[in-house]
């Protein structure tokens, strides 16, 4: 009887163990910048319940001298909660599509099937954790400012949000994250068909984006360390360290950001608290489109930007040095079973 079935189950554990401490690591430290884009992301200039900052840095010590650490650490809990089940199911989902692309597949996945994987794991996890986003968002955007009665804590912002509005309002924002994923998926058909399949271009098609081109740029660097390296078939976990991992989070999620950005600021200001009043500032991804097209421009849909490349080139750079490295500490006890 193999034991085949067992090992695999095992790493997937694994896998989803290393993701989500890479992702506790990574919103512990980025916090404040997290804080920062989403208020940018949401300020149309037309709102009053909202501080008007003039660049990034002016944003953080604002909060900071206004709101204290609490500020700059608002919707912390729900971050920390989000981004590790997210990461970790992310990896998981993400190991099992490319465990299940691979079955009677002896070469390796092409890059059309790495991307297929991560675009399924990332609307896998749209499902499990856009409340949590929800609630995050809402949290962050609290200040003196707001004229409604403020969410006390996590809890009591899901039990006012379930009474005010209901449950679907909990699921506010994800049509712009499950959009991306057929615009997507229809973009990895369009590459494989007119190319050879190489696509170089934490909603879903932005992961799917990040772990392509980090699995890809991985090759590259492993196939050249390779042919420096004077021991012959040497595992290529052995060949990278963490400057390498480092320099490849840092560059696929840059190439994600700057394609999928617009969808994020979508997302943001569809999950703003309602007025007094009870009617959403924005009600769907259409009407969002429309009024920040016409009284912003383009550039609407670039607003906190900046925060969010200062926030996760490093981020990513962190998630990936913590994820490899976790990984590498579970594999000994793998093999010892």
């Known amino acids: 009887m193999s034991t ?13 163990t290393a993701g989500a401490a890479a992702g506790f690591a990574t919103v512990a430290v980025m916090h404040p910048l997290d804080v920062v884009r989403t208020r940018f992301q949401v300020n149309d200039g037309r709102v009053s319940h909202l501080p008007i900052y003039k660049n990034t840095a002016h944003a953080v010590f604002a909060i900071a001298r206004s709101e204290g650490l609490r500020g700059l650490y608002a919707g912390f809990l729900p971050g920390v909660l989000g981004s590790t089940i997210s990461w970790g199911l992310y990896f998981f989902f993400y190991d099992r599509a490319k465990q299940r692309y691979a079955r009677n597949r002896e070469e390796k996945l092409s890059p059309g099937l790495h991307l297929a994987s991560a675009a399924e794991a990332g609307a896998l996890v749209s499902f499990f954790t856009n409340p949590v986003w929800l609630v995050k968002t809402r949290l962050q955007l609290q200040t003196p400012l707001h004229q ?10 899901f039990r006012t949000i379930m009474r005010e509005e209901g449950f ?6 994800i049509v712009p994250g499950l959009f991306l994923v057929a615009t997507f998926l229809y973009g990895v058909e369009w590459a494989i068909l007119t190319s050879d399949g190489y696509i170089n271009y934490q909603q879903v098609s932005h992961g799917a984006i990040q772990f392509t081109a980090y699995e890809e740029l991985r090759k590259v660097i492993v196939d ?9 078939n040497q595992n290529p976990d052995k060949l990278l360290n963490s400057v390498d991992y480092a320099v490849l989070g840092a560059t696929s999620k840059l190439a994600a950001v700057l394609l999928t950005y617009p969808f994020q600021v979508i ?10 009043d009870g009617v959403p500032r924005y009600m769907d991804t259409l009407h969002v489109v429309k009024e920040t097209a016409r009284f912003e421009g383009i550039r609407g849909f670039y607003k906190g930007i900046t ?5 996760n080139a490093p981020a990513s750079s962190i998630t990936f040095i913590v994820y490899e490295n976790v990984l590498k500490l579970l594999k000994p006890a793998r093999r010892n079973d």
């Open 168 to 173: 679907s309002a909990l699921y506010r924002g």
């Open 267 to 276: 997302r943001a200001r569809l999950q703003q608290r309602p007025s007094g």
């Open 224 to 232: 050249f360390k390779s042919k420096g390296s004077t021991v012959h």
């Open 307 to 311: 925060a969010n490349l200062l926030k």
């Open 148 to 157: 409604t009665r403020p969410y006390s804590g996590v809890y009591d912002a």
């Open 4 to 16: 085949e079935a067992p090992k695999r189950d095992q790493w997937q554990w694994e896998n989803a």
